[in-house]
């Protein structure tokens, strides 16, 4: 069975840190891209971040160009996304989504091979 689980979400003040994780199983974790999407409370879900499998080629959005980096570690076949300088506008359910070799901005579970269940990330004072 195709597997994602995120972990690392919780509630934080602005300005704070926090670090996702997204471990992978049942298929080749080496061979995926994997992208990153959220979607805040009354909003259309947002792409992010994304890395290619050869983890050297990371895509942002503008909206967290510079404060967020995704990064992947092939041997524990886990992604991360490091968020720095959080805002209360990145409260958001935050979901990790795998596509075979192309890296991908989609928002839709349809547009990915495996897509996560979600972690929550809070935001606020």
């Known amino acids: 069975q195709l597997k994602l689980v995120e972990s690392g979400g919780g509630l934080v003040q602005p300005g704070r840190s926090l670090r996702l994780s997204c471990a992978t199983s049942?298929?080749?974790?080496?061979?995926?891209?994997y992208s990153w999407v959220r979607q805040a409370p009354g909003k259309g879900p947002e792409w992010f971040a994304a890395i290619n499998p050869g983890g050297d080629r990371p895509h942002y959005a503008e909206a967290v160009k510079g404060r967020f980096t995704i990064s992947r570690d092939n041997a524990r076949n886990t992604t991360y996304l490091q968020m720095n300088n959080l805002k209360p506008e990145d409260t958001a359910l935050y979901y990790c989504?795998?596509?075979?070799?192309?890296?991908?901005?989609?928002?839709?579970?349809?547009?990915?091979?495996?897509w996560g269940q979600g972690t929550q990330v809070t935001v606020s004072s």
């Open positions: 989504a795998a596509r075979r070799f192309w890296l991908v901005t989609g928002t839709t579970p349809g547009d990915y091979d495996v």
């Open positions: 049942g298929f080749t974790f080496s061979a995926y891209s």
